[in-house]
């Protein structure tokens, strides 16, 4: 007699599977809710919260100044670009126009953030498809970005390195011939973890075809960045709605073909050595002057509401920022992040893939949960 | 299937290339610093621990409002000379929930005295506790006394002769002249 109790072999349940939040693969607290046909995905919810700080409340009860650094907090592997975004949103407000020697500084603090930020996308995404290899070279090549970053303003992470109307400092005795020499060597790092990757036929079998995103849903989910470049779509901030002076710097927007993985990978390599040509335009031109406007002390806002964004590491980050008249602080603040606005379509890119294909969703992504949650 | 399709799928290329890259590396210098060992010196600029100049400081608590988190706490009183019969401010306490600091340097920035009489610039990044709300909350005895604090670069501690009535912190112009003679009586 056969026991009832078991299922037979072609009759298998769906099984519930909580990924996360404590999954290494998550990069941070993300859970991801998944219903699993064998190994197969048949759908996946991404729960978020975990990390909520409350961030726009607390701009809402603070002078503008002194939310800069609370917005270091959000997307914490760049935080050189979330001040700008706070900076830029809150100077087309208030009508300041900032010096060229600001505006190229503040530019090549972004674009060494964007190298240090995608560095870490690329340690991380490779570690999570199995190759630890590039995990050490890319942190070397981080380490020194982070010390030209100390160099500059005294922080390694949590930079708090701008200030409305300008950089807080001026750059230091040597620093432009050490970010010289680090950008000239950066070409030579870069073919490094190519040579590791592009062509290794693992991780083409791991990237190939997985998490697919066709343009026009790109464009319907409202997809920026690297996520939307894949699936080649040419839209990026500084081209398009140039902000400081990237409309005097020459530099392409690479895009890919097929919108899967391996291209987003793709483009994110391109995008880094587009990063260090516009770090090299920046160190030549550099010009003289002040690095901060004729700003008063107590920053008093009009009534008003102004949207400023950026293109940051991960895509477009915004500040919407409404004032009431003669306050020092924002009556309400709201950011709109790009890693929470490209996490939306991860239901539609592992639906039918297999669960490690979900931690390559994921990595392609590069996702922060800071600034998901905020 | 052409040959060299199939020796390349056969002998695996791309991986050895790979490998070159790691190999290259085999011998060469090692980029870590073993830590306890050697320690790396930060930058100038470098924000690391707490220091502060009572004798500079004005209490005008600007380095308090400027705070985002508020963790800056001042209190003073009026004192009157009883020579003089002058009111003078005297600070009373003078703390920092180091604990809560992120180290953003908006007090330093918002110090109006020169050099700061506050300022985050000690060249320490030890600040590891036992105790956190005995560690890291520093009054204003501990902030002077604490062994990682150090003078703002450039400027004298009093320790080593600055005039507490020169806000520049600079060596008593007396008190110069009189070390260089070192004991030997003025002509």
């Known amino acids: 007699m056969t026991d009832q109790r078991l299922p037979s072999l072609f009759d298998v349940e769906e099984m519930e599977l909580s990924f996360g939040p404590q999954h290494p693969a998550t990069h941070g607290v993300l859970r991801v809710q998944l219903r699993l046909d064998g190994e197969k995905i048949v759908d996946a919810k991404p729960i978020i919260g975990y990390l909520h700080r409350g ?320 | 299937m052409r040959l060299t399709d199939f020796l390349s799928r056969l002998i695996p290329v791309d991986l050895f290339k790979g490998l070159a890259v790691t190999g290259g590396y085999l011998l060469k210098r090692k980029e870590t610093v073993q830590y306890p060992e050697k320690r790396l010196e930060p930058t100038d600029r470098f924000r690391g621990m707490f220091g502060y100049d009572s004798e500079r400081c004005i209490d005008c608590a600007l380095c308090a409002k400027a705070c985002p988190i508020e963790i800056i706490y001042l209190a003073d009183k009026v004192e009157i000379n009883p020579e003089t019969k002058k009111k003078k401010k005297v600070i009373t306490r003078y703390d920092i929930d180091v604990k809560r600091c992120m180290f953003c340097g908006l007090c330093e920035e918002a110090c109006p005295t020169e050099p700061p009489s506050i300022w985050l610039t000690s060249k320490t990044y030890e600040g590891a506790v036992y105790e956190r709300n005995d560690g890291l909350y520093f009054d204003k005895r501990r902030l002077f006394s604490w062994q990682g604090v150090q003078a703002f670069p450039g400027v004298l501690s009093p320790a080593e002769g600055q005039d507490p009535k020169d806000p520049m912190g600079r060596k008593p112009k007396t008190e110069a002249a009189a070390t260089d003679v070192s004991g030997e009586p003025a002509p």
């Open chain 1, 55 to 374: 961030t726009e409340k607390l701009f809402e009860t603070m002078p503008f100044p002194q939310c800069i650094p609370h917005t270091d907090r959000m997307d914490y592997v760049a935080a050189a670009t979330n001040n700008q975004g706070f900076c830029v949103a809150m100077e087309k407000l208030l009508g300041i126009t900032i010096p060229p020697r600001a505006a190229y500084i503040r530019m090549m603090l972004a674009e060494l953030q964007r190298l240090a930020s995608h560095l870490v996308w690329l340690a991380t995404h490779a570690i999570d498809i199995g190759a630890i290899t590039p995990f050490f070279y890319t942190f070397r090549e981080r380490d020194a970005i982070l010390d030209l970053f100390e160099e500059y303003c005294g922080a390694r992470l949590t930079l708090n390195t701008m200030k409305i109307g300008g950089v807080p400092f001026d750059l230091p005795a040597g620093w432009v011939e050490r970010c010289s020499a680090l950008v000239d060597a950066f070409p030579a790092h870069i073919d490094e973890y190519e040579e590791l990757l592009t062509n290794n036929r693992i991780w083409k079998k791991r990237t190939i075809g997985i998490g697919v995103v066709a343009p026009e849903d790109a464009i319907d989910w409202g997809l920026t960045g690297p996520p939307l470049r894949g699936s080649g779509v040419r839209w990026d901030i500084r081209k398009v709605f140039p902000y400081d002076r990237y409309d005097e710097i020459d530099f392409e927007i690479p895009i890919g073909v097929n919108g899967d993985t391996y291209d987003r990978y793709l483009v994110r390599m391109v995008e880094m050595r587009q990063s260090v040509r516009i770090l090299r335009q920046c160190l030549d031109r550099l010009p003289a002057g002040p690095v901060i406007a004729k700003i008063p002390k107590v920053l008093r806002a009009r009534d008003g509401m102004v949207y400023g964004s950026v293109e940051a590491p991960k895509g477009e980050l915004g500040y919407f920022i409404v004032t009431t008249d003669k306050a020092t602080e924002p009556y309400r603040c709201r950011v709109r992040p790009p890693s929470f606005v490209n996490l939306q379509l991860l239901p539609d890119m592992v639906r039918g893939h297999l669960v490690a294909d979900l931690v390559a969703v994921i990595g392609t992504l590069d996702i922060v949960l800071g600034e998901i949650d905020r």
